[in-house]
């Protein structure tokens, strides 16, 4: 086949990947092709624009390293990581709603019950509890829960190792028997996401601002349960209509309650002002996805 | 606005993006959004194969340098950059059709008539003449006219400059007062694109091989004229029904012509086989593109 044009060139692209020996990998390349090229031919690039495409996604890899990654900051602020998100996660009955993943992630160290993951991390005292169950009923005893969050001024410890001197703001906890969990770390905010990247210059060209409402990352697993990844966010925070990467839920917004010095649940004597948050997670165990 | 599911997720960003000053910046992120999430929800990726889509697209980034386009060679094998060039030049008369630009141009250094632009590049000698005018009737008198092409084992010099110790198969020629120019170099090659990357892998996952038939780019501008980006391809390759980014067009397709040892049109006298290649290319002066 050869003299292709701006019609014949879809139908010559999709019979070469019919021989994909993979039949999911075919149809990922046959409706990749198929929705690329509509793209193309809605918006009929200009050379020009073309070679600015390949300029952004080029960018795009670039500024990612092990510490960022601007390809997922992509993926969220165009929607796409809540839209495969929702086709993972349909909602079910009481299990606690799904949210983005989001793109600074690591594994965290183990803490006992009660510690203080907040490291070289300067702000408010914030008491966190929990408790996971299944939503068949019984406690999610020593489920595995993984907890991430900003600091004050909205900056994780991975973007700032040279100030943190190290992994801060993060933890993994073992669920006890009733499946409960509580720690102590600071007061997180809402944020802008990185804005020195090619995502924050698409924002900019798109009217957008970068903000996410103040939310604390959890990641949840427990054996016979669909692995659970969310957020629990600042119940009146200005962003939670707004947020950059769609990941707001009415079921996920939560108080975070100011108290004033004293005594705190596991007894701790808090000399300032201090913020409680606690939510039961309920985790999917139906074995349906 | 919160609370999204996999429907409305795409509404919700469209109307996020329609603050976009520039009215074509709004085009295109909403043309964007539809497309790609109509691309998600048809494939339904599990979140493994998110992940895998996002680690592609990084390693596609990762592996440019200023001697390496891997966005290129995505665009190419997905048939994208024929499309784009379809669109951007439709067929006009008797005006050389285009093809695409390809990942290896680098502005090449200027020749005399009757150069030898092979440096450091063994092989075949290969005698190119040709003649530039307008659609419109009158000679391309000064037109510039910048040629590469890869080496008899089908790389380019800058992918290999530790051997070819500079640029090499590649040069700048001013057509004279009839439009005209010619110069040796030394034949290409049939060869497959570079495949130790991430195009390479998503080839042959899909059943592909990554071969393109042997070639000559040209690129030739005049004033008044749209630029012409092209090849020419050798009669009688096995790869012109099949060339991997979809570049083949009839009209292109033209003998090198073999040759035994004797004078050539420019006087010389070749002591060995030798190949010449001639060509007539017409550029559209209409002023419509």
Same mark, same amino acid.
């Given at each position: 086949?050869?003299?292709?044009?701006?019609n014949?060139?879809?139908?010559?692209?999709?019979?070469?990947? %019919? /021989?994909?020996?993979?039949?999911?990998?075919?149809?990922i390349?046959e409706?990749? #092709?198929?929705?690329?090229?509509?793209?193309? %031919?809605?918006?009929?690039?200009?050379?020009?624009?073309?070679?600015?495409?390949?300029?952004?996604?080029?960018?795009? =890899? @670039?500024?990612?390293? /092990?510490? %960022? @990654?601007?390809?997922?900051?992509l993926?969220?602020? !165009?929607?796409?990581?809540? !839209?495969?998100?929702?086709?993972?996660?349909p909602?079910?009955? /009481?299990?606690?709603?799904?949210?983005?993943?989001?793109p600074?992630? +690591? *594994?965290p160290?183990?803490?006992?019950? =009660?510690a203080?993951?907040?490291g070289?991390?300067?702000?408010? *005292?914030?008491?966190?509890?929990?408790?996971?169950?299944?939503?068949?009923g019984?406690?999610?005893a020593?489920?595995?829960?993984?907890?991430?969050?900003s600091?004050?001024?909205?900056?994780?410890d991975? @973007?700032?190792?040279?100030k943190?001197g190290?992994?801060?703001?993060?933890?993994?906890?073992?669920?006890?028997?009733e499946?409960?969990?509580?720690?102590?770390?600071?007061? *997180?905010?809402?944020?802008?996401i990185?804005?020195?990247?090619?995502?924050?210059?698409? !924002?900019a060209?798109q009217?957008r601002? *970068?903000?996410?409402?103040?939310? #604390?990352?959890?990641?949840?697993?427990?054996?016979g349960? %669909?692995?659970? +990844?969310?957020?629990?966010?600042?119940?009146g925070?200005?962003y939670?209509d707004?947020?950059?990467?769609?990941?707001?839920?009415?079921?996920?917004?939560?108080?975070? #309650?100011?108290?004033?010095?004293?005594?705190a649940?596991? =007894?701790?004597l808090?000399?300032?002002?201090?913020?409680?948050?606690?939510?039961?997670?309920?985790?999917d165990?139906?074995? @349906?996805?």
């Amino acid at each position: 086949m050869r003299e292709f044009d701006e019609n014949s060139i879809t139908e010559a692209v999709l019979s070469r990947v %019919r /021989d994909a020996t993979d039949p999911r990998m075919r149809a990922i390349s046959e409706a990749l #092709v198929r929705h690329l090229h509509a793209f193309i %031919r809605e918006v009929r690039p200009t050379q020009a624009e073309w070679e600015a495409g390949i300029r952004f996604l080029t960018a795009t =890899g @670039q500024k990612c390293d /092990d510490k %960022r @990654q601007e390809f997922i900051l992509l993926s969220d602020t !165009l929607g796409v990581s809540t !839209l495969v998100d929702s086709i993972n996660n349909p909602v079910s009955g /009481d299990v606690t709603e799904t949210t983005v993943f989001g793109p600074f992630y +690591v *594994p965290p160290p183990a803490f006992d019950h =009660g510690a203080d993951i907040g490291g070289a991390i300067e702000g408010t *005292p914030m008491f966190v509890s929990g408790c996971v169950r299944r939503a068949s009923g019984a406690p999610a005893a020593g489920a595995t829960v993984d907890v991430w969050h900003s600091d004050e001024a909205g900056f994780y410890d991975v @973007q700032q190792l040279e100030k943190t001197g190290g992994l801060a703001g993060r933890g993994r906890f073992t669920a006890d028997g009733e499946g409960r969990f509580h720690f102590w770390t600071r007061r *997180p905010a809402a944020y802008p996401i990185p804005t020195d990247g090619p995502v924050g210059d698409m !924002l900019a060209a798109q009217g957008r601002h *970068p903000w996410r409402p103040e939310h #604390v990352h959890f990641m949840i697993l427990a054996d016979g349960c %669909r692995p659970l +990844v969310t957020h629990l966010f600042a119940q009146g925070d200005e962003y939670l209509d707004s947020d950059v990467v769609f990941g707001v839920k009415e079921s996920l917004v939560r108080p975070f #309650v100011l108290h004033q010095a004293g005594a705190a649940p596991d =007894g701790t004597l808090a000399t300032g002002e201090w913020i409680s948050l606690d939510h039961e997670f309920v985790l999917d165990d139906s074995g @349906q996805h």
